[in-house]
């Protein structure tokens, strides 16, 4: 993100930046959540993982296209989520295997808003698999499942969202490559 394609060994700073609030990464590109409600994204950009209606890499950040009123971001492989201030989910990248929830198998290179999902108050994203945490401390899987990563007792892939089974109390979550993690309000 700093206007160069070269490597470095020692931290740099991101280009024109200012007023971050939050950041998030990918497989070869990142993301930043400004204080103002908006994202900025950079790098790879071969699934329109960086959201501004192209599918052009950027080594600086440019703006990713109608977000708006974003609370909170995360990744995943090659796809990104973002929840808004209604609590709701948007996410934008790859999609080969249903991970923006949309209910497609379809690539978007600007942000898709999640099918029947609301009162979200936390996300997460793992290797082509999302996950959302609900209000009423539920949590939402969709996407990627051949490991059982959607955590409904199958391994059938999802591009909407399914409830992850036996689970309640739910506080925060967080997805790995091929995994995701619950933490239950008993510590």
């Not at 409600?37 to 950027?58: E, F, I, K, P």
């Not at 609370?71 to 973002?82: K, W």
């Not at 249903?98 to 600007?110: I, Y």
Request: hydrophobic content about 35%.
């Amino acid at each position: 993100g700093n206007g160069t394609n070269t490597d470095s060994n020692v931290p740099v700073q991101v280009s024109a930046l200012p007023g971050i609030t939050a950041i998030g990464g990918g497989y070869v590109y990142s993301f930043a959540l400004k204080n103002d409600g908006t994202v900025r994204a950079w790098g790879r950009n071969d699934y329109g993982q960086l959201g501004n209606g192209t599918n052009t890499d950027s080594n600086v950040p440019v703006q990713v296209s109608t977000l708006s009123a974003i609370t909170a971001i995360a990744g995943g492989y090659n796809h990104s989520l973002a929840l808004k201030n209604d609590s709701t989910v948007r996410a934008w990248g790859g999609n080969g295997l249903g991970q923006l929830g949309n209910g497609t198998n379809t690539n978007s290179n600007v942000p898709v808003q999640v099918s029947a999902l609301s009162g979200i108050t936390a996300i997460g994203g793992g290797n082509a698999f999302s996950l959302a945490l609900k209000n009423d401390s539920t949590v939402w899987a969709w996407g990627y499942n051949t490991s059982g990563q959607l955590g409904n007792g199958t391994n059938t892939i999802s591009n909407v969202p399914v409830l992850v089974s036996a689970l309640s109390g739910i506080i925060t979550i967080a997805g790995g490559a091929n995994h995701s993690l619950a933490l239950k309000n008993d510590s």
